[in-house]
């Protein structure tokens, strides 16, 4: 009874812990713009809290007796009821005149700094106490470390399942504020059942120190871990497929490898850590198959998900392996677990970005997790190890020249010969150390090696991989898997808009059409600059992007902007916020074709977003949505909360041409005014929305918004199927 308690308030903390950073994050969007700087910055703030909470609890039980700390945690755990969760959450944030990331520090400092400080103290205390306790459990205390990460796990699963779509954000932190208050008292409960021995009992002579090698285990598993599910994130949203909520997965996929790891019984197949370089090798394989076109969408995703499962166990078993059994030096394993975090973390978000436009961090994660298993018996290097490593080298850099088409047939052939590799280097201490070093090394030469296209660019920042390269007569630029646009080589036919904006589709059809005039034009989003090619030297047009790379990209690559002649200005920021910052601008046409990953960043269409395109549109304006996307329905929240906000909408949708290199679309259509809207309806064939399916729905706002019920599950499910069937006929 006494331990279900006691477990009871460390899956609860730990809930909370995790949700609010979720909430805190949506909170943050629409204040400070869709950059990956408001998330990057985010995460590394949560990072850094936690490390300190560690690290407090560290120090102080080094200082103040256990029985004595239960005064300064009850102190703890009221102190945050002067500010959140006392007080409500604000829900809008002006700037204090900072560089970005300073600002977001602050304003997260100040809203749920202290709180989720004090909560992050939680498992490690109550582990602290349940080691110096009458109860059986007191043996095993880093069980409460697997009840900790499932009470994360169940809050990753539940926010976006049950929390995001049933309840605004006002209602999920008054939520959340109530479930606090139930912790507070549960900690009280829990102090007064469980019994501490007195500190007569308690030694007091310093423990046995720590070896640093030991130490540095500690440090790179925790590291390699958090490393390795970002990466898989990373891969799999933008290089395979920008299915809804996939980033999910991964995240859930490390916090249940820790539960598994850390509980009373733990459970990990000994075959993982037994077969341990050849999951590393096949997986270095996997990574350069998944450009390849002989491996289906669905092979790509499950085969990744296994890889960072079979990887995160063999780290966190590691880790529950090699913790102290002196159960006073538990307070430092658990602070250099967090730094490893943050320094893994750090390096993701921060670091890789900015110094390799390929997804280094897969490879760096399995050469930290490399090392550290190796530390407890490093040797030197033979000259047999350096043999076998330059020839997987050798083979690794010429395969693909030699097969460069990656059919079935070479494929197993590669497949056998480099088990044979594998082999070999598992057993040697340094080879695939070396051999994983020197992926890191070279992963830009040998990523290109093994493209199947003909790439002329690439380039990596906080918003992803750019890509610009040839396919037949046509050059394209992808951001991850996603192809945002694409231009004719042949000098004749550069001036045609292809893709998405082609004279035959929705877009193409308003901008050409007699109906209409536009003389002052705001597109958000730049793309390669294509819909340039639609206006003249008497139009104004303002775009706004993001991405300042990108607009680089489109002035270098792509000629769309240079052959135009109008009068065009490019302002780079977040567009919402940007588009605010332009008091006297008045449009007659605003185009969004703004898209993070595969879809269009909900900021963006809410009801705040409409009115702020409504300041800045004229009286007869219009507003033009690019809403294509595979997996999401983002049309119906629009339309929704258009309805609700007596805005007139309409719609039409774009076919396909592979042969002109035209793309399936959808656009969507929003005015206030009826003579522009009937113009659409009536001379341009726009649909009407009917009005009945969409009231079922709840309108977007800056506090209220969910994806879940507008997944195409049907359409998932029937490409999920059809991938299938390509794998077994």
């Known amino acids: 009874m006494r331990i279900a308690f006691i477990k009871l308030v460390v899956f609860l903390s730990s809930f909370l812990l995790f949700q609010i950073e979720l909430i805190i994050g949506k909170v943050f969007l629409p204040n400070f713009g869709g950059s990956y ?20 609890v560290w120090l102080a039980l080094r200082r103040i007796n256990l029985l004595t700390y239960r005064y300064v945690h009850v102190f703890l755990l009221m102190l945050p009821l002067l500010f959140f969760p006392g007080q409500p959450l604000a829900l809008h944030y002006g700037s204090l005149g900072l560089p970005l990331v300073f600002d977001i520090f602050l304003h997260l400092a100040f809203a749920v700094g202290l709180v989720f400080f004090v909560l992050s103290t939680m498992s490690i205390i109550w582990q602290g106490w349940l080691a110096h306790s009458d109860l059986p459990q007191a043996k095993n205390p880093y069980a409460l470390f697997g009840v900790s990460n499932l009470g994360s796990f169940t809050a990753l699963l539940s926010y976006p399942s049950y929390f995001e779509l049933n309840f605004d954000l006002i209602a999920q932190q008054n939520t959340w504020r109530l479930l606090y208050l139930l912790v507070i008292v549960l ?5 007064r059942l469980i019994k501490l021995k007195k500190p007569s009992s308690i030694q007091r002579d310093c423990p046995q120190p720590i070896p640093s090698t030991r130490i540095w285990e500690w440090l790179l598993y925790s590291a390699g871990g958090v490393m390795v599910f970002m990466a898989v994130t990373n891969i799999v949203t933008a290089r395979v497929s920008p299915v809804p909520l996939l980033w999910v997965i991964p995240l859930a996929i490390y916090l249940l490898s820790f539960v598994l790891n850390f509980k009373q019984t733990p459970w990990c197949p000994g075959w993982i850590t037994r077969r341990f370089p050849f999951i590393i090798g096949y997986g270095i394989l996997f990574y ?20 960072a499962f079979f990887v995160c166990m063999f780290s966190q078993r590691r880790l529950y392996q090699s913790r102290p059994q002196d159960h006073r030096h538990l307070g430092l394993f658990y602070f250099i677990v967090g730094l490893g975090g943050f320094v893994g973390g750090s ?22 997790i490399l090392i550290a298993s190796q530390l407890q018996s490093m040797k030197g290097l033979a000259w047999q190890e350096l043999v076998i490593t330059a020839g997987a080298v050798v083979f690794f850099w010429f395969w693909p020249i030699f097969f460069p088409h990656k059919a079935i047939l070479p494929v197993l052939i590669l497949f056998s010969v480099f088990s044979g590799i594998l082999w070999a280097l598992s057993k040697t201490r340094w080879g695939l150390i070396l051999f994983l070093l020197w992926f890191i090394i070279m992963a830009g030469p040998v990523e290109s090696i093994w493209d199947v296209y003909q790439t002329v660019y690439v380039n990596r920042n906080y918003y992803g991989i750019h890509k610009v390269y040839y396919q037949d007569d046509v050059r394209f630029y992808s951001n991850g898997s996603v192809i945002h646009g694409a231009q004719y080589l042949a000098l004749e036919k550069q001036g045609f808009p292809l893709t998405y904006f082609s004279p035959d589709s929705p877009a193409g059809e308003l901008l050409t059409s007699d109906a209409f005039r536009f003389k002052n034009i705001a597109i958000l989003g730049l793309g390669t600059g294509v819909l340039a090619t639609y206006f003249n030297a008497s139009q104004n047009v303002d775009f706004f992007e993001i991405d300042p790379d990108v607009l680089e990209i489109a002035r270098k ?8 002649s109008e009068k065009m200005r490019f302002i780079i920021g977040d567009a919402r916020l940007m588009l605010d910052r332009e008091p006297q601008a008045q449009y007659d046409l605003i185009i969004i074709d703004v898209f993070s990953g595969d879809s269009i960043p909900v900021h963006l269409f809410t009801r705040e977003a409409l009115l702020a395109y409504k300041r800045r549109l004229k009286p007869k304006g219009l507003l033009l949505f690019h809403m294509s996307n595979r997996y999401i329905d983002n049309a119906i929240p629009l339309f929704t909360t ?22 399936k679309s959808s656009w969507v259509i929003l005015t206030w005014d009826d003579t522009t809207y009937n113009k659409c309806i009536q001379e341009l064939k726009w649909d ?11 309108p977007f706002t800056d506090t209220y918004s969910a994806i879940l019920p507008y997944i ?9 199927k059809h991938k299938v069937q390509a794998i077994i006929p």
């Open 347 to 368: 390096l993701v978000t921060w670091v890789v970005p900015i110094i390799s436009s390929t997804f280094l961090e897969y490879f760096l994660a399995l050469f930290v």
């Open 642 to 663: 258009a309805l609700a906000m007596g805005v007139r909408p309409g719609y039409k949708h774009g076919l396909a041409d592979q042969y002109a290199h035209t793309f």
């Open 187 to 191: 900690n009280l409960a829990a102090l």
């Open 688 to 698: 009407r929305v009917n009005p009945a399916p969409a009231e079922k729905y709840r």
């Open 288 to 307: 350069f198959y998944l450009n390849a076109k002989i491996l289906p969408d669905i092979l790509k995703i499950v085969g990744l998900f296994i890889f």
């Open 712 to 720: 195409k599950w049907q359409e998932f499910w029937l490409s999920l």
């Open 557 to 564: 690559h792509f000629t769309f902007i240079n052959r135009s």
């Open 37 to 56: 700087l408001i998330w990057g910055a985010c995460l590394v703030f949560f990072q850094a809290t936690l490390l300190a909470g560690y690290g407090f």
